[in-house]
């Protein structure tokens, strides 16, 4: 189970948007069991000429690795949905990684 964090800057937060970070950040944990804790950030950009206007950062942390993420999105479920994205793809070339050291170092070991 993943410790979700959420700090929004530049706007208020709307009701049950935390409900819906937490339910599409804890997919994440089916890649790692291992982590722990995921900071969300969302920011919310006024100026009219930026098409993407909320920025969203994750920083995911737990068995000694530490994965970040940042994406932008016309509004905060897309920012949130493609953050996701980069971060299940960060995570799963961090599990092949290990086991590929892994199988390496049984093979030479």
């Known amino acids: 189970m993943v410790q ?3 700090s929004v800057q530049h ?3 709307p009701l049950g948007l935390d409900d819906a970070v937490a339910a599409t950040i804890g997919r994440l944990d089916r890649f790692d069991p291992r ?3 995921a900071d969300v950030h969302l920011s ?3 100026n009219p000429r930026i ?3 909320v920025g969203c950062e994750v920083v995911l942390s737990g068995g000694g690795e530490l994965v ?3 994406a932008s999105g016309p509004d ?3 920012a949130v949905a493609r953050t996701v994205l980069k971060l299940e793809r960060r995570l799963e070339r961090l599990r092949t990684e290990r086991e590929r050291r892994r199988r390496h170092h049984v093979a030479t070991g």
């Open 51 to 53: 098409s993407d206007r």
């Open 44 to 46: 919310v950009e006024h």
């Open 11 to 13: 706007s208020d937060m």
């Open 35 to 37: 982590l722990v804790h």
């Open 76 to 78: 905060v479920p897309a």
């Open 68 to 70: 970040v993420a940042r």
């Open 4 to 6: 979700i964090t959420l």
